[in-house]
């Protein structure tokens, strides 16, 4: 690349999370979006949806992010963009609406398939809790690569494309799955659903990323970058990448401080600034052989919340009490010295993408929620934080 990436994610839009936009579950059991469609009388959740599509990411929020410094957007979409899967609603206009917005103010588009049916990951960012069955259907495979293609299909043409993402964070075995925990993380509400449910083997996830890759080839162009998602193992990839014959491909790592923690790193800034310090290394070795970017991460820690989060538990999931407060040049000091350290290291490999853009969150109003702005690029912009520019 010319120029690193300094993308922004569009995160909780098209495709949902409660800890996000919790108003959009009021009143519904619901902790993930697939029984959200269910829990609600259809009526009420096709108003909530338009609404939230509408209002929550517009034309507005393009010119900010380019103005701010951002050259590309990750937006996430779920299976059913293209309405083809009922009783959940497609998204394809709204993903439209997006490239021309981004076209208007000089913005890159890196599409993300998100979720896959009945689970890639058992996270509630999959859509559905505590289910990961995908990987064991033959069906739903077929079915996430026919929308990889439609989706290729649809874009090609268009200025504003940078890639396509064949599949976000599918859980292979090994110390996310343990670490994580995500069938105790988020628990099935539906235990017969999650009867079966494991970690992709690593096999099977090249597997399908060859396919993906080679489905959508056939209609990108060669400067369109076609990315894979990790697996959760940054190292793992290396023969991959060397006994296939990709043309422009990149390898996308998530890297949350929150991750860290439960690794036991110390919730202080000196030892998260070892820790990202180290996640450069390890992106320059991996760089060597393929590119690299990180796709997500945030400034989100427990130190400067002021109390352990267990990992990023958020206060949709647990309540938990404060032992401290940090005042605003204490919060400016932590966050702007993390930042540096994150982009410093990232750029090792292709750049960044902030997770997220925008959160549907009261942070002044609602004392649980004190601290959960840091993920939320748009206030920290706003509070001095971070520096798009940097």
């Known amino acids: 690349m010319e120029k690193k990436l300094r993308g922004v994610n569009l995160g909780g839009w098209l495709v949902l999370e409660k800890w996000m936009a919790p108003s959009l579950f009021q009143g519904a059991p619901a902790n993930d979006e697939y029984y959200l469609a269910y829990d609600l009388p259809e009526p009420e959740y096709q108003a909530r949806i338009l609404v939230h599509r509408e209002s929550f990411i517009t034309e507005a929020d393009f010119l900010r992010i380019s103005a701010a410094g951002f050259n590309t957007v990750r937006i996430p979409v779920p299976y059913f963009v293209f ?82 993402e064949v599949l976000n964070e599918p859980i292979t075995e090994g110390e996310v799955w343990n670490s994580m925990s995500p069938m105790e993380r988020f628990p099935a509400r539906d235990a017969t659903l999650a009867e079966g449910s494991a970690p992709i083997t690593l096999s099977f996830l090249q597997t399908f990323y060859q396919h993906a890759y080679h489905r959508m080839r056939s209609y990108l162009r060669d400067e369109h970058v076609i990315v894979f998602h990790d697996g959760f193992q940054l190292h793992a990839w290396k023969e991959f990448f060397i006994r296939n014959d990709f043309k422009n491909v990149m390898l996308d790592t998530h890297q949350y401080i929150m991750m860290a923690e439960l690794a036991g790193t110390e919730q202080s800034l000196e030892g998260y600034k070892v820790f990202i310090a180290g996640l450069g290394k390890e992106i320059s070795e991996v760089a060597k052989y393929v590119d690299v970017f990180v796709g997500e991460w945030s400034l989100f820690n427990s ?41 410093t290291a990232w750029n090792q490999g292709e750049g960044h993408m902030y997770w997220t853009y925008k959160l549907s969150i009261d942070t002044i109003n609602e004392p649980a929620w004190y601290g959960w702005d840091s993920w939320d690029a748009s206030r920290a912009m706003a509070k001095n934080w971070i520096d798009p520019n940097y």
């Open 303 to 343: 130190y400067a919340v002021g109390t352990d989060t267990k990992g990023g538990i958020n206060p949709t999931q647990e309540e938990f009490s404060r032992t401290r407060s940090l005042t605003k040049s204490e919060l400016e000091e932590i966050y702007q010295t993390l930042w540096r350290a994150s982009i």
């Open 83 to 164: 309405g083809d899967r009922a009783p959940f609603i497609g998204c394809v206009d709204y993903l439209d609406k997006a490239f021309s917005w981004a076209k208007a103010y000089d913005l890159k588009i890196l599409i993300d398939l998100h979720t896959a049916p009945f689970g890639q990951n058992g996270f509630d960012n999959g859509g559905l809790s505590g289910v990961v069955r995908w990987a064991q259907m033959p069906e739903e495979v077929e079915f996430e690569l026919t929308v990889l293609e439609r989706l290729a299909q649809r874009y090609a043409g268009h200025e504003a494309l940078w890639g396509i």
